[in-house]
């Protein structure tokens, strides 16, 4: 790469990177601790939805450089906007698409995650942070209640933690993170990129048609009723096994095989 190109990959706010079956998309603003920005929501939004449409890509991962996740808004954008339900729908459209996407969405959290980048790594499918990691819903903190991340953080934490973390703003370390549900699991720094590659490369091993209905169905399932939920997992079951991943998987089981799957 040369310098100039490598001076512009500096300066992009994202960059995505593709590995076999595996994207990467980093947050790229480690001098603002990656704070979100509108042109920056807009283009992981943009970008995620160029991943979707990528059959060749299996698992998104979700990390960043510098010494922070994501610090969440950009104050400097906040306290200046003149149009903030904008601001916030932008955000909300983000989070959004990492649940629409089709591949399971994993966040590699290597430091602070505070507000809307709390609500980021809650809103990732899974998550494995690193052992300095920390995460806060801090608004509160400047009289700016974190509504719009209780939205993901009180559907992955146990409540009355997760109204903790809302009322006090205060700090929670990536070992108590995991136990309350915020991130699967936390492991030591050296471990982190080696322990999400590891996870995203079984994923996406597996049968792609059934990790892109798997994850359309559990978050659809989430917002039923008991007796709701079951009729429709029903239906899913029944339409899953009647798909070709699914009949080369069971064959390929019962003659002790590895699968071949579709578009592989």
Known sequence: MSTKQSDAVEEMPLIVDTEGP?????????????????????????????????????????????????????????????????????????MLTIHRVRQPVIAQVQGIATGAGCQLVAACDMAIAGAEARFATSGINVGLFCSTPSVEVGRNVLPKRAME??????????????????????????????EVTALAEKIAGKAPSALALGKQMFYKQMGMGIAEAY????????????????????NAFMEKRKPSWAKD
């Open 22 to 94: 595996v994207a990467w998309l980093t947050l790229n603003r480690p001098d603002k601790y990656n704070s979100l920005t509108t042109p920056m929501m807009n283009a992981a939004t943009e970008t995620l939805e160029a991943l979707d449409a990528d059959e060749s890509v299996k698992v998104i991962v979700i990390d960043a450089r510098g010494k922070a996740f994501c610090a969440g808004h950009d104050f400097s954008e906040v306290s200046s906007t003149d149009d903030p339900d904008a601001l916030f729908a932008t955000c909300s459209r983000l």
């Open 165 to 194: 973390m809302l009322f006090t703003g205060d700090f929670v370390d990536a070992e108590s993170a995991a136990s309350i549900g915020l991130v699967n699991r936390a492991v030591p720094m050296d471990d982190l990129a080696g």
């Open 231 to 250: 009729r429709y997992t029903s239906d899913v079951m029944v339409e899953n096994l009647g798909r070709d991943d699914c009949r080369e998987g069971i």
